[in-house]
């Protein structure tokens, strides 16, 4: 809309004018109109317009003096001159002093129209132009903390005040039906900055803070805009400085995400109006920590979900927000990488990482929940159905192990790593199908062996012997030997030889 304010010492000329343009099209706003250029002057800045159609002799401030010092501080305000004198030198001077044109009373309208419709397709090109310019920046400093002098510099804010709006639905329709919404209706101004689908950011601008009653009216738009669609809104303060958005949208965001835990389809809340917490979310995760490490080490599935429950249960209780459950979901994330040894092949690009995009997206806390607990469900389920498809085979693979490498340390761990066991569920599956300890099946392989080589290799020592099985102490290795076959590996060797 192409706001327009008339200057003209004769009020029939004034009123006349003003109701011809506003006849003429929806797209013209005869927003004021003075006797005098002064009058117009002591109203400026809070006065917002885009065309002066003005006299060109008045009693106190002339409209060619009024056109330059509009120049001056306002540069953007485009002028026309109107006069009833046809002298060269008034129309030379109007365009010394930019006026877009010089009009001859009485007005001629079609020399007019022409020139306010060519005015209102100039204004919307060069505002979206910079609308486009201003979004880059925007869009930039919502994740600098302290952004540059030289970034900031570059922005011209439409108003004096700007607000941040954080919109986010449950489909990207939504949210962008009330942009469109709110673009038609009204005459706002604020530019629309898509972070991702679903989820947008608005630079709101005013000439004063926003008040009840504006953001009374905003939401009026969106209730019906959103047509019973969910649609989560947070509001920051109004700020003055453009070094402050990353502040303002931090605000807007806390607001919108506290939406999760209400069922209503519109949550629209200002900063302002939230309950904030004096003190961050305590530490809830200890007391969770060993029963965890227990169900995962075992891979108790149900267990595991039991335990996430309560977690989630507890972030409920303290209203989290959603950087806070992100971060309780990387702890167990981590947990789980850290017992269970093919959590790492199984989520290799992190679960919670994978997650993250779509836990943000979720406008329910018990959304998030499900979502977390089931993907974390279904990477221990599948690890689980592995290892007992595997548990056949895992004795024998051990088996095989030992037999060729009976010589090197056996680490419980490293066996248990081998066939994707737990230790401690290895060591039970070993006993329950060989009858013997893994420890007692390793002494049994080496003294086997060692009894051959004290038969059939005569030139070897015995602390030699000893060594290649996989017992360099000869102390040690004699007493084993003495205590499994019930005489010394120098005693064996002589009654072998016989």
Excluded at 116 to 122: K, N
Excluded at 131 to 142: P, Q
Excluded at 386 to 412: F, P
Aim: charged share 25%.
């Amino acid at each position: 809309m192409l706001r327009i304010v008339i200057v003209d010492d004769e009020v029939l000329i004034r009123k006349g004018l003003a109701r011809m343009i506003s006849k003429e099209s929806s797209e013209f706003a005869v927003i004021r109109t003075y006797p005098d250029g002064k009058q117009l002057l002591d109203e400026l800045p809070a006065l917002q317009f885009d065309v002066l159609i003005t006299d060109i002799r008045m009693p106190q401030i002339g409209g060619l003096e009024l056109i330059r010092l509009l120049k001056a501080s306002h540069p953007h305000i485009r002028s026309l001159l109107m006069s009833g004198f046809v002298e060269f030198d008034y129309a030379r001077e109007a365009i010394r002093s930019s006026a877009v044109d010089y009009l001859l009373k009485p007005i001629n309208k079609e020399q007019l129209f022409d020139v306010l419709y060519s005015l209102d397709q100039e204004r919307t090109l060069l505002r979206e132009k910079e609308a486009r310019h201003r979004s880059g920046i925007l869009l930039s400093m919502l994740h600098i903390e302290e952004p540059s002098a030289v970034l900031t510099g570059g922005l011209i804010l439409p108003q004096p005040y700007y607000s941040v709006f954080v919109l986010k639905g449950d489909s990207p329709e939504t949210v962008c039906s009330c942009t469109d919404s709110l673009r038609q209706e009204k005459d706002y101004g604020f530019d629309a900055l898509e972070l991702r689908q679903s989820l947008q950011v608005w630079i709101w601008y005013s000439a004063q803070p926003l008040d009840s009653t504006a953001l009374s009216e905003i939401r009026g738009y969106l209730q019906a805009a959103s047509a019973g669609h969910i649609l989560h809104v947070g509001i920051s303060r109004s700020y003055t400085d453009a070094a402050r958005l990353r502040t303002a949208y931090l605000e807007a965001r806390h607001a919108c995400d506290c939406g999760i835990y209400q069922s209503r389809p519109l949550h629209y809340v200002t900063i302002e109006e939230l309950i904030l917490p004096d003190k961050a979310v305590p530490e809830l995760f200890a007391p969770y920590r060993e029963p965890l490490v227990h169900d995962l080490q075992i891979l108790n599935v149900e267990g595991v979900l039991a335990g996430i429950h309560k977690l989630f249960s507890e972030l409920a209780s303290q209203c989290a927000y959603p950087e806070q459950i992100l971060r309780m979901s990387r702890e167990i994330e981590e947990l789980a990488r850290k017992e269970v040894q093919e959590f790492e092949a199984v989520c290799r690009n992190g679960l919670t990482m994978a997650l993250e995009a779509q836990l943000e997206t979720c406008l329910a806390f018990a959304d998030m929940e499900k979502l977390f607990a089931s993907s974390l469900s279904s990477a221990l389920s599948s690890i689980r159905a592995h290892r007992l498809e595997m548990s056949g085979t895992a004795v024998e693979t051990i088996k095989r192990w030992i037999s060729a490498n009976y010589n090197q340390h056996a680490d419980l761990n490293t066996l248990a790593g081998m066939v994707y066991l737990t230790p401690s569920y290895l060591s039970k599956l070993f006993k329950q199908e060989t009858g013997l300890t893994l420890t007692d099946y390793i002494i049994e392989i080496r003294i086997r062996k060692a009894k051959q080589l004290l038969k059939n290799a005569p030139d070897l020592k015995i602390h030699e012997i000893g060594t290649e099985v996989g017992y360099p102490d000869p102390a040690y290795f004699n007493k084993l030997f003495k205590k499994v076959v019930g005489v010394t590996p120098n005693e064996y060797k002589r009654i072998s030889s016989v």
